[in-house]
């Protein structure tokens, strides 16, 4: 696992020393991603240079020092990940006349495109990856990103450079960074917690699509990259639903076992110590149990708990490591020690991003770290097989108002928000004793209003839309801001089937799986040079979830039946059956208190004021209807605070450029 990044001159202009010097400047952003070694390349006839920070997983030795090129010297990589099946490949190059000098799966990459292409050679890789090839010959560069979004890649143009990188901090290393703010992407955070590619938080700078190749030429007028799909979640599912699994339940349960016992043992593999995160839930206990299956020795487990029984599944954890014997390391922590991380935040994720359970995953990240370089995670399992809630939870909400007529629906929805929402409240709180629910007791102007909007919902991908937005109407909030359109808005890349549940999970893997879950997991893991791997997100897994028929992810309401069939084999199901958690933190109850001046000094109205991006009344309201406990916002309070100690942070990285440049003049 490194750290990559690189720039291209479409004008050469610097020389060998000063392309050499910028981009070590740039990789030297993230040496947590990479502290064991650092490598750089230029030519300044191309005026390209590529920078590589290394952490060392396969092959310690100095011959998997990086960029590399390939034997011929047509191509020079700088590459992050992994390439699982990279041995098998080696073999098969090995057949075609191929030698190697070292043991990484680097080396075979670079000769995986010399010998079969670019496209054909990624489009065998079983990995998770990230990385920039220059084809010296053609004079193009090439940036990949592996199939699900495992690992992250920016590019943008600064005038007329090219730059690129695993993280923002390295583009804004570069001497000619000067982005505005994106409010349009800013305005999708507020809605999402995180910013959807292809968009970052600044103008022209973007994120690589999953599954993609993005080919520029510094001879290129319009500077438009070349953008090829390789392999797509719409086309695994496309294919999927069209080709159901043709075998009994029976059958597909031990196909799942196959395939994802294969995926685990490929993502063991390491010269280094490995572990796993164990939260004692479905997905991390059928990864740690096949890990198990397949180890001779006990496999090192780590879980992070919390005193507050709401928040805590260390016990669960714990009952599972004894269950299958595995070295189990736990560590409960305090309020004041997982607010201690907060400051760390900005820094770490690099643009705003405020799921607030990045707070347990970098201390579990933190924590596996002391004893080992690796671990597995079980992220992926709710996306392919179903196990949100709120995919059983919306559907069945989606049925009950498809019976109402859409005029009736509509004529209701608008006579609903005709009254404001305060005015509700002081229409319905007098009487909230009468009402046979609690639910009506505290704004229920607001749950109206929410009402309004499900019932105003013209496809399932809008109901959906409306039960994942933190703040309802961005736009309103973010000043200046026009909202994008996005997978779940832009109706032309709706799923093409009549049910609602695969519906989401298909809108879920191609947005908050990649731009939420495994941001969440690779900057956590990262900042503490820390390798995670995903066994879920095995392309050859993820195809064979779309042959599964619905009815055997999704049961009696109940999510990942399938797993939980195969899980049964390895672990009782008392250790694993209960209510889903999740991996949280309270928030809310710390704006309350401990948080609450710290807080209260970023949402300050005259500070928003001068700032200029938000609009204070929203923010306002909000934050006094939340200290007063007339409502729980802590999610919309921490999109904003999250994005405020983003910004604070951003003005303080800019004032230490200006003085570098002034120290150097």
Same mark, same amino acid.
């Given at each position: 696992m490194c750290g990559i990044t690189g720039y291209l001159e479409t004008t050469p202009r610097s020389t060998r020393t000063e392309l050499e010097a910028t981009a070590l400047t740039m990789a030297a952003a993230f040496h947590h991603r990479g502290p064991d070694d650092?490598?750089?390349?230029a030519d300044s006839a191309a005026g390209i240079a590529l920078a590589h920070r290394r952490l060392s997983i396969l092959d310690l030795s100095p011959l998997g020092h990086q960029p590399m090129h390939s034997p011929c010297g047509r191509y020079?990589?700088?590459?992050?990940?992994?390439?699982y099946n990279f041995r098998a490949l080696r073999q098969e190059l090995e057949a075609c006349g191929r030698q190697f000098r070292g043991q990484s799966d680097t080396e075979v990459l670079v000769a995986c495109?010399?010998?079969?292409?670019? &496209?054909?050679?990624?489009? %065998?890789? /079983?990995g998770m990856f990230a990385f920039g090839l220059w084809d010296r010959e053609e004079r193009l560069l090439y940036l990949v990103r592996d199939r699900l979004g495992e690992k992250p890649l920016y590019h943008g143009y600064l005038g007329a450079t090219l730059v690129f990188g695993s993280e923002l901090k390295a583009l804004r290393r570069h001497?000619?960074?000067?982005?505005?703010?994106?409010?349009?992407? &800013?305005?999708?955070?507020? %809605?999402? /917690?995180?910013?959807?590619?292809?968009f970052s938080i600044y103008e022209g700078i973007s994120k690589v699509q999953p599954g993609t190749i993005v080919q520029i030429s510094p001879e290129d007028a319009d500077r438009a990259p070349t953008v090829t799909a390789y392999w797509s979640v719409q086309a695994a599912a496309e294919y999927g639903l069209a080709n159901p699994f043709a075998g009994s339940e029976e059958d597909a349960v031990g196909r799942l076992d196959v395939l994802l016992r294969d995926a685990v043992k490929l993502r063991m593999e390491a010269d280094v110590p490995l572990g796993a995160f164990l939260s004692g839930g479905i997905d991390s206990s059928m990864i740690v149990a096949l890990m198990q299956a397949q180890s001779t020795q006990p496999v090192r487990t780590f879980t992070i708990g919390f005193h507050e029984a709401k928040y805590n599944e260390a016990n669960h954890a714990k009952a599972v490591a004894h269950h299958l014997g595995t070295d189990h390391t736990e560590l409960y922590v305090t309020p004041e020690e997982a607010m201690a991380a907060i400051p760390l935040l900005p820094a770490l994720y690099d643009e705003p991003f405020s799921d607030s359970s990045q707070i347990p995953t970098f201390l579990v990240s933190r924590l596996a770290r002391q004893d080992v370089t690796v671990v597995l995670s079980g992220d992926g399992g709710d996306e392919l097989f179903g196990g949100y809630d709120r995919y059983t939870l919306g559907?069945?909400?989606?049925?009950?108002?498809?019976?109402?007529p859409r005029s009736m629906r509509a004529f209701v929805a608008r006579r609903i928000q005709a009254v404001p929402f305060k005015q509700w409240n002081r229409?319905?709180?007098p009487i909230a004793h009468l009402l046979s629910s609690s639910t009506w007791e505290r704004n229920p102007g607001e749950k109206l209003h929410r009402v309004a909007q499900v019932l105003n919902a013209k496809a399932p991908e809008a109901l959906y839309l409306e039960m994942l937005s933190h703040w309802k109407e961005p736009e309103a909030v973010v000043l200046g801001a026009q909202e994008p359109l996005t997978v779940v808005t832009d109706q032309r890349r709706h799923l093409p089937v009549p049910e609602f549940e695969p519906r989401m999970m298909y809108i879920d893997s191609l947005t908050y799986l990649p731009d939420d879950?495994?941001?969440?997991?690779?900057?956590?893991?990262?900042?503490?040079?820390?390798?995670?791997?995903?066994p879920f997100l095995d392309h050859r897994l993820v195809e064979f979830s779309w042959h599964v028929p619905l009815a055997w992810k999704i049961r009696q309401g109940k999510g990942k039946w399938l797993l939980r069939k195969l899980l049964a084999q390895y672990v009782p199901p008392t250790l694993t059956e209960?209510?889903?958690?999740?991996?949280?933190?309270?928030?809310g109850l710390w704006l309350r208190g401990p948080l609450r001046e710290w807080a209260e000094a970023l949402l300050d109205e005259k500070c928003l004021k001068d700032q200029g991006y938000l609009n204070p009344k929203p923010i306002r309201d909000k934050w006094n209807e939340h200290l007063h406990g007339d409502c729980n916002w802590e999610y919309l309070l921490w999109d904003v605070l999250m994005f405020q100690a983003w910004l604070e942070q951003e003005r303080e990285m800019v004032c230490k450029h200006d003085e570098n440049i002034t120290a150097r003049g």
């Open positions: 650092s490598g750089v390349w020079v990589i700088t590459f992050n990940g992994e390439i495109v010399a010998e079969f292409g670019i &496209l054909s050679a990624v489009r %065998r890789l /079983n001497p000619k960074f000067d982005c505005s703010l994106n409010r349009d992407a &800013l305005a999708l955070y507020l %809605r999402h /917690n995180y910013i959807p590619a292809p559907a069945d909400v989606w049925r009950k108002i498809q019976r109402i229409l319905i709180v879950i495994l941001v969440k997991v690779d900057r956590a893991s990262m900042a503490v040079s820390l390798e995670a791997r995903v209960r209510p889903k958690m999740g991996f949280g933190v309270p928030i």
